[in-house]
C-alpha cells in the first residue's frame, strides 16, 4: 500500500476550508473549532513522544469513573484537550470519558451550537510499553443551534447518526488524524518538519470482506455460543481460499480498527457473561468509530442494531460491537442469530 493516496498536497487547514465551502450557509465557526482541536491533538502528540522523558508514564493513585487505574498521561491529554476547546466559543458543553459528569463552558466564555464528546487516550493498558495508542473524538450540534445557554445533558446523549464530524488520532510510528464531516474518510499524517498534517489518504473505502479478525481470545470462554461457533468458522480453511482468517488484537480500539479500514475484516468487542452489555463506551468510543467505518463503506451494529441508531442513555453507557468490512460483520450477525 502507498504511504501517500491522493494527487493533492494538502493541509488539513486547506481541506477543512475546502470541506467548508460545500456548504453556502456556513459560517466559519466548525472550521474554526476543528482547527483549535488539531491543535490539542499536535500538542498531545508531542507530549505522548517525550512521555518516558516526561516522567508522565505509570498509574496514579486515582481510579476513573469506571474503576479504572488513571495513567498519568491520561489525565495530561484531557486536560490539554479540555484547555485547548473550553474557550473558542464554539462549544456549548464537552464530555469525557475520563470525567464523571459534564464539563461546561467556563464563565465568561461564550456557549456556542456544537458538541465535543472524546476519549483523550485510548489504549491506556499500552502507554507504558510503547504500543500505539490515540485520542477519539465526535461533534455534534446541539438540539437548540440559537441557544446561547450552557448545554446539557440531553445535547450530549445523541444518537451516532446525528453526528456532524467524527474521528481519531493514532500516535504509533507516525501521528495520523482520520476524520469525516459525512463527506467519506480522509487520513492526514503530521509532518513535524513543517508542523503540519498532510492529506495521505483520500476517501478511503474498506474492502467488502477481509481477512483479519480482531477480538480479546482471551475472554472467549465467556462468549456466547453463537460467536465461539463464528470464530472457528473463521479459523477453519475453505475452499475458496477466503479462510482462515488471521487473528490481530492490540488493545487499542484505534489500532485495530485503523487496521480494519486499510486491510478490511472485523473488530469485536462482544458482550460476554461478566460484561453482559459489552466493555466500550457507545459515545466515546463506539459511535465516532462507528461513523468513520459507515462513512468508507463499512457496518457497525451490536451484533442486531445498527450502532449509530441506539439512543444513548447515560454519558458512560456500554454496548457490544462488530465493526468492519460489511459482508463480515453480516456473517457474525447470522452466527449470533443462529446460536
Known amino acids: 500500500m502507498p504511504f501517500l493516496n491522493t494527487s493533492k498536497l494538502v493541509t ?58 488513571v495513567k498519568r498521561l491520561d489525565i495530561h491529554a484531557n486536560e490539554v484537550i479540555i484547555r485547548a476547546m473550553d474557550h ?26 456544537y458538541v465535543l464528546v472524546f476519549d483523550p487516550l485510548d489504549g491506556s493498558s499500552n502507554i507504558d510499553v510503547n504500543v500505539s495508542i490515540g485520542t477519539i473524538f465526535s461533534i455534534y450540534q446541539r438540539l437548540d443551534p440559537t441557544s446561547a445557554a450552557p448545554g446539557s445533558l440531553a445535547d450530549v446523549l ?37 508542523g503540519e498534517f498532510l492529506l495521505t489518504y483520500e476517501k478511503i473505502k474498506i474492502p467488502k470482506r477481509g481477512k483479519i479478525y480482531s ?25 475458496d481460499g477466503t479462510r482462515p482468517f488471521s487473528l490481530r488484537y492490540v488493545g487499542t480500539m484505534v489500532a485495530d480498527i485503523h487496521r480494519t ?34 462513512q468508507a463503506g463499512g457496518r457497525a451494529t451490536d451484533g442486531e442494531r445498527r450502532i ?7 454519558l458512560h453507557q456500554r454496548v457490544p460491537c462488530f465493526i468492519g468490512s460489511e459482508e463480515d460483520v453480516l456473517e457474525v450477525e447470522r452466527f449470533l442469530r443462529e446460536g
Not at 458543553?93 to 467556563?106: F, G, K, Q, R, T
Not at 459525512?182 to 513535524?192: A, E, K, L, Q, S
Not at 449509530?308 to 447515560?314: I, R
Open 12 to 69: 488539513i487547514e486547506r481541506h477543512i476550508t475546502e470541506e467548508g465551502a460545500l456548504h453556502p450557509s456556513a459560517t466559519g465557526e466548525f472550521s474554526r473549532l476543528l482547527r483549535d482541536l488539531t491543535l490539542a491533538i499536535r500538542i498531545v502528540a508531542r507530549d505522548v513522544r517525550r512521555s518516558g522523558l516526561n516522567d508522565v508514564l505509570g498509574v496514579t493513585e486515582d481510579v476513573n469513573v469506571h474503576g479504572e487505574m
Open 88 to 113: 473558542g466559543g464554539h462549544l456549548c458543553v464537552m464530555a469525557s470519558e475520563e470525567n464523571e459528569d459534564l464539563i461546561p463552558i467556563p464563565e465568561p466564555y461564550h456557549n456556542g451550537k
Open 158 to 194: 445523541q444518537p451516532g447518526y446525528k453526528q456532524v464530524a467524527a474521528g481519531y488520532a493514532m500516535y504509533g510510528s507516525s501521528t495520523q488524524l482520520v476524520y469525516s464531516s459525512g463527506n467519506g474518510v480522509d487520513i492526514f499524517t503530521f509532518d513535524p518538519t513543517i
Open 215 to 239: 477480538i480479546n481470545s482471551g475472554n472467549s470462554y465467556k462468549w456466547e455460543e453463537g460467536l465461539r461457533n463464528y470464530v472457528r468458522h473463521l479459523l477453519s480453511p475453505s475452499d
Open 261 to 294: 479500514l486499510h486491510y478490511g475484516g472485523i473488530f469485536m468487542y462482544p458482550r460476554d457473561t461478566t460484561s453482559p452489555n459489552g466493555k466500550l463506551r457507545l459515545v466515546y468510543e463506539v459511535n465516532p468509530m462507528s461513523f468513520l467505518v459507515e
Open 308 to 314: 449509530l441508531d441506539l439512543e444513548p442513555t447515560s
